[in-house]
């Protein structure tokens, strides 16, 4: 399984303005910054999963169905949450802030089609099996497990403290690695309680909750305190720790 995550902003940062990921090249988690890839990269997804509403993590949506919309009978497909669906249409899609594309589009050529995901029924796309799972966030949030029967990965979205996801990766034998937030420093432990979000010690226990020992790749750190999380990611001493970067890919 090859997973890519997409970068964010072009002067080398190695901080991530808003999250996307490509697993082998055709399905996207998440559209904050696909947009912004390559015309030839973007028009080989196919498929995108939306893990929740804010706006780092649909930025780009717009632009990308801008870029890749060819007339014809085949389209995008958006899956997510029905309310994320919902706040897709009302809020980005609603003529003001991009064009109504639903409204635009017609049976024989569609601009994208919407997919609705239920918490813990997988689906299956391009050769994965894909299981949304509910996590606890300020408002309602999927992370995904991915499983090509070889190998399965969790991409653990925008979360505070949780248990269901960790309970099915526990369960699932094949899981080889998990990507996993870690937005605000030890010192604002306060704010990521409030906002539902993970500090360096709160990720730690939470990645402690797994039964074995895999990599874990450390994504969402907040660029206001890149330097301060990243310092306190490292004083972990995590041996299987990886502070994850703009188009860094992984073979798994």
């Not at 997804?45 to 949506?61: E, R, T």
Request: net charge negative.
């Amino acid at each position: 399984m090859k997973i890519k995550v997409i970068g964010s902003s072009v002067d080398g940062s190695l901080c991530q303005f808003a999250a996307s990921y490509v697993i082998n090249d055709h399905i996207a988690i998440d559209a904050g910054s696909i947009g912004f890839m390559s015309v030839a990269a973007q028009k080989r997804i196919k498929h995108i999963l939306i893990s929740h509403s804010h706006l780092d993590h649909i930025a780009s949506l717009p632009i990308f169905i801008d870029n890749v919309y060819v007339p014809g009978p085949d389209s995008v497909i958006v899956y997510g949450r029905p309310s994320v669906i919902e706040c897709l249409q009302a809020n980005l899609f609603n003529d003001s802030v991009w064009p109504d594309v639903l409204r635009l589009s017609s049976e024989e050529s569609p601009f994208l089609k919407y997919a609705a995901l239920e918490n813990a029924q997988a689906v299956k796309l391009g050769g994965l099996t894909i299981t949304p799972v509910d996590l606890d966030h300020v408002v309602p949030t999927f992370g995904f497990l991915i499983d090509d029967g070889e190998t399965a990965v969790a991409v653990v979205s925008d979360t505070g403290p949780t248990e269901r996801v960790w309970e099915l990766a526990n369960r699932n034998p094949r899981l080889k690695c998990v990507f996993l937030e870690s937005a605000f420093p030890n010192s604002l432990e306060w704010l990521a309680e409030r906002t539902k979000h993970l500090t360096p010690e709160l990720m730690r226990r939470e990645y402690e909750k797994l039964d074995r020992s895999v990599p874990l790749v450390v994504v969402h750190i907040k660029p206001a305190y890149y330097d301060e999380v990243t310092a306190e990611l490292k004083a972990l001493k995590l041996p299987s720790l990886e502070i994850s970067g703009p188009n860094r890919e992984y073979e798994i």
